[in-house]
């Protein structure tokens, strides 16, 4: 086998969901493109991609940026259905944001419907000590309580990042092994790229409805 043909069918989906404004756009781009930036359109929803090296063995992230679409939430279920792993991301600056976190680990879990979906709860924006809202202990131990791995990261400085998608690919393998969700139904997904185009089509012609109406 090649090694492109090795890195496609090495290709795990992530989605991440969160509260808006606490980091996920950030944590993303520190992620795949090394810098942090202020200000970041809090609308955006796209996806990217990075290759990384886990335990001698290459594989290639699709990672989703959500932006809270209610709404949508049909288009919300179908990207969970097609991610084998989930990062769900509070501030630790926010109580509110830490509130949130059942209702996205209950959507996930309402979709899936599954026990053993990798997940990790990440912490974000622990930079900001002076703001803290949120012990390290309360989200080790909402972590625990739901199954999930606790990481707590800056996007701004870097801290932990790197740590998140790490754990997340094992915890994939590991799931992986465990159920036979075989690599020839993963290639028949599809890519983020193509959900995202279709999302922004449907964004662009429901505002066009409310253009209509107003
Ligand atoms: N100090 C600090 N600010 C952050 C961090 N992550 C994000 N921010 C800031 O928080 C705001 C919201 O970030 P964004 O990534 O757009 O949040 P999203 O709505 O969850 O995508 C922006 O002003 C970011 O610069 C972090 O780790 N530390
Ligand atoms: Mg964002």
Redesign the pocket.
């Given at each position: 086998m090649s090694g492109n043909n090795r890195l496609n069918n090495n290709i795990h989906k992530i989605c991440i969901l969160?509260?808006?404004?606490?980091?996920?756009?950030?944590?993303i781009v520190q992620y795949t493109s090394n810098h942090?930036?202020?200000?970041?359109d809090?609308t955006i929803e796209d996806s990217y991609r990075k290759q990384l090296v886990v335990d001698e063995q290459a594989c290639l992230l699709d990672i989703l940026?959500t932006?809270g679409q209610e709404e949508l939430s049909c288009m919300m279920s179908q990207w969970i259905r097609s991610c084998s792993g989930f990062v769900v991301?509070y501030s630790i600056t926010s109580r509110s944001s830490f509130d949130q976190v059942n209702i996205f680990r209950d959507q996930i879990s309402r979709v899936l419907d599954r026990e053993n979906i990798p997940m990790i709860l990440v912490g974000?924006?622990c930079?900001?000590e002076e703001l803290r809202q949120v012990t390290t202990q309360e989200g080790q131990d909402l972590a625990n309580c739901l199954g999930m791995l606790h990481i707590e990261?800056?996007?701004?400085t870097r801290l932990n990042i790197e740590d998140v998608f790490y754990n997340l690919v094992r915890k994939m393998r590991e799931s992986e092994k465990s159920f036979s969700d075989k690599s020839g139904d993963k290639d028949k997904k599809p890519t983020f790229k193509s959900m995202v185009h279709k999302m922004n089509k449907i964004k662009k012609s429901s505002l066009q409805n409310v253009c209509k109406i107003n």
């Open positions: 969160g509260d808006g404004g606490c980091g996920k756009t950030s944590l942090f930036v202020e200000y970041y809090p940026d932006a991301v974000n924006k930079d900001q990261t800056s996007a701004k």
